[in-house]
Structures are given as C-alpha cells and as structure tokens.
C-alpha cells in the first residue's frame, strides 16, 4: 500500500523544514508498514522554499517536487499534486504545519475501514481572530441558506481521497476551482474526523482578507447559481406587488372617486410605475441566469456522472 502525501507551499521558507523533519517525518514513521511518497508543490515561492525543500532528505520517504512556474494558488497547487500522485490513497494537507501530520493516522484508518473520502472538520473550541470567526460563521450559513447543497462549517482542505477519487477528481477542467468543493461534489462514501489546528509554525497565513473574500466569492460562483436566481425571484416580486398597488390605486382614484381620500399625485402613481418596470428588468434578468446557467454548466464540462466501482458490478473491469 503506498500512500501519497500531497503539500502544496508557497513562501514557507522559515517552517518548512521543521514541518517536514520534526512533524511529517515522525507521523509517517509511525505508520510503519505502509509506504509513503512526499509531494511537495511549489506554488511559484518568492523566497527560498524551494532550495529548502530540495535540501531535504529524500533517503526515508521518497520526496517528489512539483514546481509550479509561477504562483498559481493553493486550489490550483494542490490539483497539480493531485495529478502527480501514484498512491492507492492520497492525503492533501498544508505545509504550515496548521494541518498536524500527527493525525494522518487517523485518516489512514478511516480509510482503511472504508471511506473512500475523509475529511478532516476544524475543532471548534479553538481560537482564531474575530473577523475571520464571525466571517466565516456568516459565509458558511448563507452559503447553506442559497448554495442549494450543505457544506459542513470549518470542514477543511486536509483531506484523504482514495485513488478511486483521485480519477474522477482529474476529470474535471473547471479553472476557478475551490479543491473541496470538487471533492464534495464527488461524493463517494465519506466519514469526517476532527482535529484541532494549531498556529502556524512560521510566517503568516498567505490569503489576505481580499483574497478570502474573493475565495468565498468564488465558492458561490463556481457551486451555486442561486443567487443569480434569487434577484429573478426578486425582480418578480416587486413586478407583481407594484401591479397590484397599481390596480388598487387606479380602482380607488379613478373608478371609486377616492372614497379614501388618499389623494394619490402623478408622481406616486410614476413611482409605482417605474418600480413595476424595475421588477420587469430584474425579472428578464433572472431568465437570462436560466440560459446562463446552462451555459455555465455546460462550460464547466464536469462529468454527467460518476460511478462508485466500490458496490457496482460493471461490464469492464479491465483496471
Ligand atoms: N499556499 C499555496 N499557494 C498560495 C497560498 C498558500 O500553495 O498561493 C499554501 C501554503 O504554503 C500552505 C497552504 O497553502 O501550505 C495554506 O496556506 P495558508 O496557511 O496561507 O492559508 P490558511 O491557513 O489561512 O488556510
Ligand atoms: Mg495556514
């Protein structure tokens, strides 16, 4: 059984040889007979990352090195490895050490025990700055609230996925990419294990707020539609509730003689009217996201379907 460690890094210089000999190196030991390959990818470091990782020793664990030629980011980093990787299972984890190899193990048990994916959940009770914390919190239930499918919150990208995974993970060509969100829609039989995360070993968390935001953007865009089609619904709402204000208002003043004295000037009766016409556009907008959406879908070229061999009997089994 050979079991691929995938590590995508980018300027961790400072930590990485402290993560690689004094946390990686010991877990995997621990796990005496499996064997394990390393990769590491690069992702285009600015700093010496790479001299570093090349100066590591290869003699205990065989080492691959992935360098990216520029910097690509983690999602698309960590697809690179993907692709490198020859093991019967694979573990994707981050290079700060914010991901404890010490739990590899646990990982490995699950999947031993038959979960084809496991995803390692972020322990609550754990400390971390109030922006990204109430950020995160607010992210993830308003992406529950419209994205249409659940994701678990503090689910993390330390993750192990079967080799089975790995093909159907290949398939996909999609470029803006969020890494669990792909493995999520997978699917396959999962189980979930938690882990506290401790702080970084060195530097600091390469994602700026501006990136996270743009990170959180993505993972709407590329996992849902709903929102496109929330401003349909809006546009339909006002278009209708401005029409039936519109006929009240018209019935009251012009048929009934306002019994009601409400005295309704031109310029509220054009506000109603323009609100009608604001729900029309919003409306023909939410239509155009239908024809969007087919095209988005069909650009993302994901798979129609995929198959899990564990529990199917198939024509070919020529693997
Ligand atoms: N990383 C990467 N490319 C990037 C940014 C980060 O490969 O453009 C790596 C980084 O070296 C680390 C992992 O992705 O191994 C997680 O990054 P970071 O700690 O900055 O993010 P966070 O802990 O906030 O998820
Ligand atoms: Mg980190």
Redesign the pocket.
């Known amino acids: 059984m050979l079991i691929s460690i995938i590590?995508?890094?980018?300027?961790?210089s400072e930590g990485i040889k402290t993560f690689h000999t004094k946390h990686l190196l010991p877990a995997l030991a621990k796990e005496a007979p499996l064997s394990f390959e390393i990769i590491y990818?690069?992702?285009?470091?600015k700093d010496d990352?790479l001299k570093k990782i090349h100066s590591l020793t290869k003699e205990i664990f065989p080492i691959r090195i992935v360098n990216l030629s520029k910097?690509?980011?983690?999602e698309i980093?960590?697809t690179a490895g993907i692709f490198q990787a020859k093991g019967d299972a694979i573990v994707i984890?981050?290079?700060?050490g914010?991901h404890p190899p010490a739990e590899i193990g646990r990982f490995i048990k699950e999947w031993q025990n038959g979960a084809q994916v496991v995803v390692g959940v972020r322990s609550s009770n754990e400390k971390e700055g109030v922006v990204k914390k109430y950020g995160s919190k607010f992210f993830y239930k308003l992406f529950n609230a419209t994205a249409g499918h659940e994701i678990i919150p503090r689910s993390?990208?330390y993750r192990l996925i079967d080799r089975v995974v790995q093909k159907e993970f290949l398939s996909f060509s999609e470029r803006n990419r969020i890494t669990r969100g792909l493995i999520d829609w997978l699917g396959f039989d999962k189980t979930y294990i938690t882990f506290s995360s401790p702080a970084?070993i060195a530097?600091?968390?390469?994602?700026s707020f501006n990136q996270?935001i743009k990170l959180a953007f993505n993972s709407f865009i590329s996992l849902s539609l709903r929102p496109l089609f929330l401003v349909g619904w809006a546009g339909a709402a006002i278009t209708l509730l401005s029409l039936i204000i519109g006929i009240l208002v018209l019935i009251e003043q012009f048929i009934l003689g306002d019994p009601l004295n409400l005295n309704i000037t031109g310029s509220a009766l054009l506000g109603i009217f323009i609100s009608f016409l604001v729900g029309i556009v919003l409306m023909s907008q939410g239509i155009m996201s239908v024809y969007l959406s087919h095209v988005h879908g069909q650009t993302q070229a994901r798979p129609l379907f995929v198959i899990n061999p564990k529990g199917s009997s198939l024509l070919n089994e020529d693997e």
Do not use: W
């Open positions: 590590i995508p890094i980018y300027n961790e990818v690069n992702d285009g470091s990352t910097n690509f980011g983690k980093a960590t984890m981050d290079g700060d914010q993390t990208d970084r530097g600091s968390a390469s994602y996270l």
